[in-house]
């Protein structure tokens, strides 16, 4: 039988998968998904960014970022406000609900994040981390 788990890509791949499913289901109960929570974490971080600001820092592209920001805006967790200095452009809030979420969100965030580093080890966490920075710089 043809093995795979000794490709950096395939082990990789593996690994995010299950991560990623633990996270979706960890934030379940608020009917967010991922993108969702880094997209109102990046906006709490950042009043009043521009929506390009934050889709160019998550790597999301404008189309998709668009909808997302339309769904997040029709649940009432973000506000999009014309520029005052620039009306051709928009920024980007956080509603008094979306600052709720994302409280409890972060709560959930960091039972997840426990969960991982208790496979790993916090030793394990920082060599992950460490490693993971090296092969995002090889573009």
């Given at each position: 039988m043809?093995?795979?788990n000794?490709?950096?890509g395939?082990a990789?791949?593996r690994?995010?998968?299950?991560?990623?499913?633990d996270?979706?289901?960890?934030?379940?109960?608020?009917?967010l998904?991922?993108v969702?929570?880094?997209v109102?974490t990046?906006?709490?971080?950042?009043?009043?960014?521009?929506?390009?600001?934050?889709?160019l820092?998550?790597?999301?592209?404008?189309?998709?970022?668009?909808l997302?920001?339309a769904?997040?805006?029709?649940?009432?967790?973000?506000v999009?406000?014309?520029?005052?200095?620039?009306?051709?452009?928009?920024?980007?809030?956080?509603?008094?609900?979306?600052?709720?979420?994302?409280?409890r969100?972060?709560?959930l965030q960091?039972a997840?994040e426990?969960?991982v580093t208790?496979?790993l080890?916090?030793?394990g966490r920082?060599?992950?981390?460490?490693l993971?920075?090296?092969?995002?710089e090889?573009n």
């Amino acid at each position: 039988m043809l093995r795979l788990n000794g490709f950096v890509g395939y082990a990789l791949r593996r690994a995010q998968g299950v991560i990623f499913a633990d996270f979706t289901d960890t934030l379940a109960e608020l009917r967010l998904r991922p993108v969702q929570f880094a997209v109102l974490t990046l906006i709490s971080q950042n009043p009043g960014a521009s929506p390009s600001r934050v889709s160019l820092a998550l790597g999301i592209q404008k189309a998709n970022f668009v909808l997302t920001i339309a769904e997040l805006e029709k649940r009432g967790l973000v506000v999009r406000r014309k520029s005052a200095s620039d009306g051709r452009s928009f920024k980007l809030d956080l509603s008094a609900r979306g600052r709720r979420v994302l409280a409890r969100a972060a709560e959930l965030q960091s039972a997840h994040e426990a969960r991982v580093t208790a496979r790993l080890g916090p030793r394990g966490r920082e060599q992950l981390l460490e490693l993971l920075g090296k092969l995002s710089e090889l573009n």
